[in-house]
């Protein structure tokens, strides 16, 4: 992403005005689409509040320290995980820390319900359940698909997304499927005088196969598709500030989702959207951050590799 330390005038925007649309059939990755951009710098415009951005990173930090804390419990035989238990004082306090940080990723995820289900229910925004902001797969995401497929096939134009694509959806929902499965089955390990009051004693032994199981997926997917992803694709190497300043550049808008560019122009909603950059040392802290959860994240995947291989 292309920093900044000043913005530009929204009123010297030469291509956010309703009357001067980029046309439907503009090709969103050529350049010679792009605006000129003023003085050296490029627009900046919100796409994540404060909220999100608190939530995402609370997300990262309890996921990387459950990792951390769970793969030694799964691996214990072995010697990097003997190692990491016992720099955390022994496999009783790796434990009691997986269970903090279990609590934390706990009440992040109830957090993140309360305001959904605020938002539709007490604000009656029902923008949440259709249309561009909401999460909910919708027919577009399939021909976006389909479209995808097509243009990596060399068939066909890329798809112009909207404001959410469809891998952005998988990744919101694997959170909830994963909650449900890990978060259910690490509950029944947590309390397990509890759930067998009304459950049978073999769901303890389940519970424990299912939550090593969707670990290792969730380890796996995270630290591999998810990171690799985001961050080190050539257009974001080395990673991805987004989740970190909640800004996009005007340039990133308009390639990576045309659509929402186009929409928000024909609304004139892109001045509203308009941002400061960020205080450099902030952008430092979350570039700092990033880098060490990616390289503490392929570490964690190559133990497990090794572990599994072995
Ligand atoms: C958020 C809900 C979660 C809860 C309530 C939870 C709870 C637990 C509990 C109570 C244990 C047993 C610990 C012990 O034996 O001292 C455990 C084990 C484990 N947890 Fe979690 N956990 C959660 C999420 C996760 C996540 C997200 C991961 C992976 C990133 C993970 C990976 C593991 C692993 C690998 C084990 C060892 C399983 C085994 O020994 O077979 N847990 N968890």
Sequence with gaps: MQET??????????VSTAANPVPPSADPVSTAAQPAPVAGRQRLYRRFGKAERIGHIGLGISFIGLAITGLPLLYSQEPWARWIAHSMGGFEATGFLHRFFALVMIVLFAWHLARVFRRIIVD???GMLWGPYSMVPQPRDARDVYQNIRYFLGKGEPPRFERYTYWEKFDYWAVFWGMAIIGGSGLILWFPEFFTRFLPGWTLNL???IHGLEAVLAVGFIFTIHLFHNNLRAEKFPMDTVMFTGYVTEDELRKERPDEYERLQREGSLKEIE???????LLNAGRIYGVAVNLLGVILVGLMLYALLG
Excluded: Y
């Design 275 to 281: 941002v400061e950059p960020v205080k450099p040392s």
């Design 124 to 126: 009656r925004d029902l």
């Design 207 to 209: 519970a424990s196969v």
């Design 5 to 14: 330390t000043d913005t530009v005038s929204p009123s010297a925007d030469p």
